[in-house]
Structure formats: structure tokens, C-alpha cells
């Protein structure tokens, strides 16, 4: 599946819910069945530092292409996390630094989160692309 | 004026707002309270009727803006009864009033390897500012312990204070636990050593009734914001002898007396602790919240609360995997609590979406969460308009928001 292709499906997913609160259960649960970053990578050196959570955020480089984990110690911020793993995880660097996370907006993700929580997951994403961008430097 | 909730209610126009279309449920007092309208319409009246600086002025509004100043300064001396008014200085809050101290206090009476104590249960406000002068004159901070339920053990405070004691510095109220210290008790054990005491009294002027005399408290601070008075403003009470022994802390405009190149003299008391332009719009509207409260009575207010604190222990007790932080017997204002292992931050979200405001995370008081090996709380904190029916509305909120976290 293509970045976008993947953004549509979560966007069809939250489609017909109404209450910003299914919504909100909708991300828990996706949080919920991330399997999360492995112990030896939930460090210092992974961590974005939000105001109030934690996100751990790995990436490995295998055959051109970008692999994430992601996991928190908040469930809201481990569902949003779980979702930009979901998205841009087994991307090259190129699509992953290219691409446009319109879900976000179109799940109605940022009128529903805290501006602490928004913030972080803006850094959660621009360390997403800071790895890609790495990636793509280490192959040139 | 008697007790009527309803009526105070109607004092606070914010109160008839709408969060998220739910109809606003305001538990965030410990960080601040709202406004009756009358605290709002005497600042507004003061800019447009009785503006001008004040002190020195010869010219009318001048005067009355002074005369309105000090009638304020007045009004806090009747309020926490403290013998002259001249022991009321006005600060922008608790944490510059604790500041003052710590640097002129610091300055002048302490010496490197000196002591000053406070407990572990301090707001980082009544930490911070010793750690400034632990640095800068290498004096020693040390810690009155606290149990599991969040009580001081007052036992450790004999062995803590020592010939080189120079100032215990503690609150009266925990603003995280919730535990209400026995200063009057821990301010004896220290005046038998001729130890003075200083009390952070951010989070039990606004529930309580405080008399400074009778606690023969040496220092007593508090934030005006937090007893419904305007942000920005704050008393910092001292001894006429303390305040008189100890320098000035800022310098500048009113707290001079003569100034010349060769030796500045300072002002008299409390003025040469104000330096600048004094907040006279704030501390005018300050006494207006203070009136208001005096008003309905500080002892209704305390009953009220405390009726408030014991029907949430109560109602949040029914929460599955619910646990209390702070189980003091003696408690006031406010319940911090966790559910299960459900982050605080992710239960405050969802129940800010109901329309409750509660606090969560550390509360400035990391030293008592390490204590309990906790990232943080759900913290409720009550003023006096809350009502049960709000505590009801906190409860649901609570339970459905747990349900969202249940591991299926």
C-alpha cells in the first residue's frame, strides 16, 4: 500500500464516528495493539519529549526502505503514534520526506488535541522525516 | 451573608460558561480561582476612576489611589490578623514573597554550612529558592520526610534541627497531597530553638480561616489569584522585627528614603520592600476578594470545602482500581488521585472534553511524586461555588473515561 492509500484507510475508518469520544477510543485502540518499540531502543536517545508523555520513536534502514516503532507511556499518545508508524513505516526515504499527512486533519485529529499534545505530535513526525533524511544521506 | 450556593454562584459570571456544549465544571482552584464580578468591576473601575501613581503625589487622584492602597494593605493586615499593617508587603505572589525571603533573609543571617529545613512535601516555589542560595552561599537544605498517607514526620524534626538551623520554611497546605501541616506546632518546636518559621500559605488562606498572631508564624505568604483576587498580586506578611532586620530586596523607585551617589538610606517599613510602582490596581482588588470571602465567612467557606473533599473520597472511592495520593487525616481543598494504571494526562484529556477541569502531571511538587514512584496525578481542587453536583459530574467522567483505558 502507498503512504496515501494507507492515509485513506484510517480515514475511512474514523469516517463514521461522530463523538470526538469513539474517535478518541478509536486511537486508545490502536495504541493498544501497537506492538510498541523494543526494550533495548525505549532510551534517552529514542525519546520526544512532550509536556507531559513520553514517545519512544526507533527507525531501522533494511533494503531502501524505512522502518518505525513507536510507543508511549500515555495511551492517546500512543495511539497517535502507532498511526504515523502505521503510515510511514516500509517507505523509502524519498516518499516518507515527500508526503503529506492530510489524515491528520481529515480525522479531525488536531481541533480534538490539546496544543501540548498537537506539539508533540509535530515533533513526533518531524523526527519520523529526521530519520528518513539521515537515510537517505547515509545512501548518497 | 450566609452559606448560599446559589447565590455565590451567581457572583462568578465564568461559571455559566460552556465547555465542549457541557456546561463548565471548574476543579482547578489550587492553580487558580475564578472572579466574582465585583473583583472584576473594581479593577476596571479603578482604571477608569482612580488611576494614578501613588506615594508622593500631591495632585487628588494621586491621593485617592494612594489612600485605596493602603486601605488595602488594611484590609490583608485584618485578614490573616497581623499586628501592624506595616508587616504587609505587597509581592506579585507566593513564589516572589518566598523569594524575598530567601535572598534578604539569606543574605543577611546565612552563612556557608548553615541550615535552613523544609519538608518534601513543598511546591518547587518553597524548594527552588533555597537551592538559589545553597548555591550562592553554600548553606545546607534539609528535609522533613513525609509517610505513606502524606503526614510529615514531625519525629525527624528534632533530629534535623541543629545549632546551624537558621529558618524553617514549610507549607500549611500540601498543594498536592492536600495535607494540612501543624505549623503551630512545628513553629513552637522551632521558636523553643529561636528558630523562625516561614509559612507557604498559597493553598490555606483561600479554605481556612489564618491568624498569623495566633500561629506566631515569623513569615506568611500567600498569592492573591488563588482567593479569587487578580493574578499578579501577593502578600508576603513578616515580623516588624524580621522585616526590620533584614535588607531590602530590590531596588528602585518608593523604597528610598534619600539617595545620593555616596549612600542611599532606606524607606520605612513596608515600603522599602516595594520598590517600583506598587500594584495598587491589584492590591485594591485583592481587598475586594478578601471583603467578599470575609463577607460569607471564612469558617462557612472551610465547612463547605471540607464537605466537598469528604463526598469526593467518598464518591471516587466507588472507582474500580482507584487510589488515593494523600490519605492525611487532617486534609483540606483538594483530592489527587490515579485509576489503575491509566496515565493522569490521558484521563484529563478525556475528561476536559466533558467539560471538567482538573489538573494533571507533577504539580510542581516532583519531589512527592518521586516519593511515591508516580509520574504525576489527576489532581480536583475545590473553591467555594463548587457543588456536589459538579463532584457527581467528576465521578461519571471518571468512570467513563476509565472504560476507554481498560485493557480488553
Keep these: 500500500m502507498t503512504i496515501a492509500e494507507k492515509q485513506d484507510e484510517i480515514i475511512a475508518e474514523f469516517e463514521f464516528l461522530d463523538d470526538w469520544l469513539d474517535k478518541y477510543q478509536q486511537i486508545i485502540d490502536k495504541g493498544m495493539s501497537n506492538p510498541g518499540v523494543d526494550e533495548e531502543y525505549k532510551i534517552d536517545k529514542y525519546l520526544i519529549e512532550g509536556c507531559q508523555s513520553k514517545v519512544w520513536v526507533h527507525a531501522e534502514f533494511k533494503d531502501g526502505l524505512v522502518f518505525f516503532q513507536g510507543e508511549s507511556n500515555t495511551d492517546i499518545s500512543g495511539g497517535i503514534v502507532s498511526m504515523l508508524v502505521e503510515v510511514l513505516s516500509g517507505h523509502t526515504p524519498d516518499e516518507i520526506l515527500e508526503t503529506d499527512l492530510y489524515f491528520i486533519d481529515q480525522i479531525g485529529l488536531k481541533e480534538h488535541l490539546s496544543p501540548t499534545r498537537s506539539n508533540g505530535m509535530l515533533a513526533m513526525v518531524n523526527q519520523m522525516k529526521m530519520y528518513a533524511l539521515a537515510f537517505k544521506s547515509q545512501q548518497a | 451573608m450566609s452559606f448560599d450556593i446559589n447565590k455565590i454562584r451567581e457572583d ?37 476612576n482612580n488611576n494614578a501613581n501613588i506615594h508622593r503625589g500631591v495632585h487628588f487622584l494621586s491621593q485617592v489611589a494612594t489612600e485605596a492602597h493602603e486601605a488595602a494593605r488594611e484590609t490583608v493586615r485584618k485578614f490573616i490578623n497581623a499586628k501592624h499593617s ?44 533555597w537551592q538559589l542560595l545553597q548555591e550562592e552561599k553554600g548553606i545546607v537544605l534539609k528535609v522533613i520526610p513525609f509517610d505513606e498517607n502524606g503526614v510529615l514526620q514531625l519525629d525527624k524534626l528534632d533530629e534535623l534541627i541543629t545549632e546551624k538551623t537558621k529558618l524553617i520554611s514549610i507549607a500549611h497546605v500540601s498543594n498536592t497531597l492536600g495535607t494540612v501541616n501543624p505549623v503551630a506546632e512545628i513553629i513552637t518546636k522551632a521558636h523553643s530553638h529561636n528558630i523562625p518559621v516561614l509559612v507557604d500559605g498559597a493553598q490555606s488562606v483561600p479554605h481556612m480561616p489564618v491568624d498569623v498572631q495566633a ?83 471564612m469558617e462557612e467557606i472551610a465547612a463547605h470545602e471540607q464537605e466537598l473533599v469528604r463526598y469526593t473520597l467518598e464518591r471516587l472511592g466507588e472507582v474500580e482500581d482507584i487510589r488515593f495520593i494523600g490519605n492525611a487525616p487532617k486534609r483540606s481543598g483538594l483530592v489527587s488521585f490515579l485509576v489503575g494504571n491509566i496515565h493522569p494526562y490521558d484521563l484529563g484529556s478525556i475528561i476536559d472534553k466533558l467539560g471538567i477541569a482538573v489538573r494533571t502531571g507533577h504539580h510542581c511538587a516532583e519531589p512527592v511524586m518521586a516519593a511515591f514512584g508516580i509520574e504525576g496525578t489527576v489532581r480536583a481542587s475545590f473553591g467555594i461555588y463548587n457543588t456536589k453536583e459538579e463532584i457527581d459530574i467528576l465521578v461519571a467522567g471518571v468512570q467513563r473515561a476509565a472504560k476507554m483505558f481498560r485493557r480488553k
Design chain 2, 12 to 48: 462568578f459570571p465564568i461559571l455559566k460558561k460552556e465547555i465542549y456544549g457541557k456546561p463548565l465544571v471548574y476543579l482547578d482552584n489550587a492553580a487558580t480561582t475564578q472572579k466574582p464580578l465585583c473583583v472584576v468591576e473594581k479593577i476596571s473601575e479603578n482604571y477608569l
Design chain 2, 86 to 129: 506595616r508587616e504587609i508587603v505587597f509581592t506579585r505572589g507566593t513564589t516572589e514573597a518566598i523569594n524575598l525571603v530567601a535572598s534578604s533573609f539569606g543574605r543577611s543571617q546565612c552563612k556557608a554550612g548553615d541550615e535552613i529545613i523544609v519538608s518534601h512535601m513543598e511546591h518547587h516555589s518553597n524548594i527552588v529558592p
Design chain 2, 215 to 297: 500561629l506566631d508564624a515569623d513569615f506568611y505568604v500567600f498569592s492573591g489569584h488563588k482567593i479569587y483576587g487578580p493574578t499578579g498580586i501577593g502578600v508576603l506578611y513578616g515580623k516588624e522585627e524580621w522585616l526590620e532586620r533584614i535588607p531590602p530586596y530590590q531596588g528602585g523607585g518608593e523604597m528610598i528614603q534619600k539617595v545620593t551617589f555616596e549612600k542611599t538610606t532606606f524607606n520605612e517599613l513596608p515600603f522599602k520592600f516595594e520598590a517600583g510602582t506598587p500594584d495598587y490596581i491589584g492590591s485594591t482588588a485583592l481587598a475586594e476578594a478578601l471583603n467578599y470571602v470575609s463577607a460569607i465567612g
